[in-house]
């Protein structure tokens, strides 16, 4: 795989980042929503960089793959928590404009990584 831990892999260090910024995004978020669209987007946000550590982990090409791919589904998951909570007025119009950026920029990384992936078995 060319990287001696999952912590060198760039869609696990995205991932991370991305799952901190969700974090400092919601803690705005109204208190009322602790249980609901906070803690869906949070948990959402943690599963994609633990997926791809888990997968990494698991030293077989066909599921590190697979666990990519859940990676990928936790993220639209956020995604559409992240729209949700703008629609709704959990979060304010445009705040998490940059977060969803980001995660177009992980999608795409995910999406070629598994390719590649794909392309080598």
């Given at each position: 795989?060319?990287?001696?831990?999952?912590?060198?892999?760039?869609?696990?260090?995205?991932?991370?980042?991305?799952?901190?910024?969700?974090?400092?995004?919601?803690?705005g978020?109204?208190?009322?929503?602790?249980?609901?669209?906070?803690?869906?987007?949070?948990?959402?946000?943690?599963?994609?960089?633990?997926?791809?550590?888990?997968?990494?982990?698991?030293?077989s090409?066909?599921?590190?793959?697979?666990?990519?791919?859940?990676?990928?589904?936790?993220l639209?998951?956020?995604?559409?928590?992240?729209?949700?909570?703008?629609?709704?007025?959990?979060?304010?119009?445009?705040?998490?404009?940059?977060?969803?950026?980001?995660?177009?920029?992980?999608?795409?990384?995910?999406?070629?990584?598994?390719?590649?992936?794909?392309?080598?078995?």
């Amino acid at each position: 795989m060319g990287v001696s831990s999952y912590r060198e892999l760039k869609t696990w260090q995205t991932g991370m980042a991305l799952a901190a910024e969700v974090y400092r995004l919601s803690r705005g978020w109204p208190k009322d929503e602790l249980y609901g669209l906070t803690s869906q987007a949070r948990r959402a946000a943690g599963s994609i960089p633990a997926n791809i550590a888990e997968g990494y982990g698991r030293e077989s090409r066909g599921s590190y793959m697979q666990f990519l791919k859940i990676a990928r589904g936790s993220l639209r998951e956020l995604e559409t928590h992240l729209l949700l909570a703008e629609r709704v007025g959990v979060a304010a119009s445009g705040t998490c404009e940059a977060s969803l950026q980001f995660a177009d920029e992980l999608g795409r990384m995910l999406h070629s990584q598994i390719r590649r992936l794909g392309e080598t078995s």
